[in-house]
């Protein structure tokens, strides 16, 4: 059975990097919709929600100077988002630059 593919294409170009954790909970909702539920428990594919994530994002701590974000189970990144939002609300002149050579 081949599974339907996400490409890191499908969230939109975005001004404020705030905006993510939206973007990746409509592309989780839509991704989940396409997926059998009992071949996602299979593969062990259990997307966080938007409010989960928000919240172990919260548990952040103190902020360092610099910090690079490595999420290996990224999924549709819905961690990644919501801890990006969570240190932006945390540093509000912070900037983010996205890797994609790691």
Do not use: Y
């Not at 890191?8 to 170009?13: E, K, M, S, V």
């Not at 009992?38 to 989960?52: D, E, I, K, N, S």
């Amino acid at each position: 059975m081949a599974l339907p593919s996400v490409s890191p294409h499908l969230l939109p170009p975005m001004e404020d990097p705030r905006e993510l954790l939206t973007a990746t909970e409509r592309l989780r909702l839509q991704t989940n919709a396409r997926l059998d539920p009992a071949l996602r428990g299979q593969l062990g594919q259990f997307m966080t929600p938007a409010p989960v994530a928000s919240l172990m994002a919260s548990m952040i701590g103190d902020v360092p100077k610099e910090l690079t974000i490595l999420d290996a189970g990224a999924g549709v990144g819905s961690l990644t988002a919501a801890a990006i939002g969570e240190l932006l609300d945390a540093c509000p002149a912070a900037e983010v630059h996205p890797r994609h050579d790691i």
